[in-house]
């Protein structure tokens, strides 16, 4: 069985592409190729506006954890304003891969090769009669 994935490429609207040229102020870029923005008028609101137009689809998994809260005004200060210690311990960013050809299929899965193991035996059926 071939595994069949649709990819639809979403660019930004109309709308927020003449927002972002009229009110928008760059702030950064990260490792994906997703823009970063923030509203350049005066605050007229409790926060200040921020928002992204991503490089390719438009998948929230894509934000690096610094940005992430820099968008949800967590932090105030963009990740390329903060000089972050890596650790040894810490990973590179990964987007969630659910739903394209890098997604994780456990064995015998039906978009997979379709056969698993067979039982050995020591799994016992529930039956509701007994």
Do not use: C
Request: hydrophobic share 30%; proline share 8%.
């Amino acid at each position: 069985m071939s595994r069949l994935i649709l990819r639809v490429k979403l660019m930004p609207s109309l709308g927020t592409k003449i927002f972002t040229i009229l009110y928008g102020q760059f702030v950064g870029q990260d490792e994906f190729g997703n823009k970063y923005y923030k509203d350049r008028r005066h605050a007229k609101h409790d926060k200040e506006r921020r928002w992204v137009l991503f490089a390719g689809d438009d998948e929230a998994t894509s934000v690096p954890p610094g940005w992430f809260g820099w968008l949800h005004n967590t932090d105030t200060l963009p990740p390329t304003e903060i000089l972050s210690k890596v650790r040894s311990w810490e990973k590179p960013h990964r987007p969630n891969p659910t739903g394209t050809d890098k997604a994780y299929l456990p064995p015998g899965h039906v978009l997979g090769d379709g056969q698993r193991k067979r039982a050995t035996g020591d799994y016992e059926s529930w039956n509701p009669e007994e």
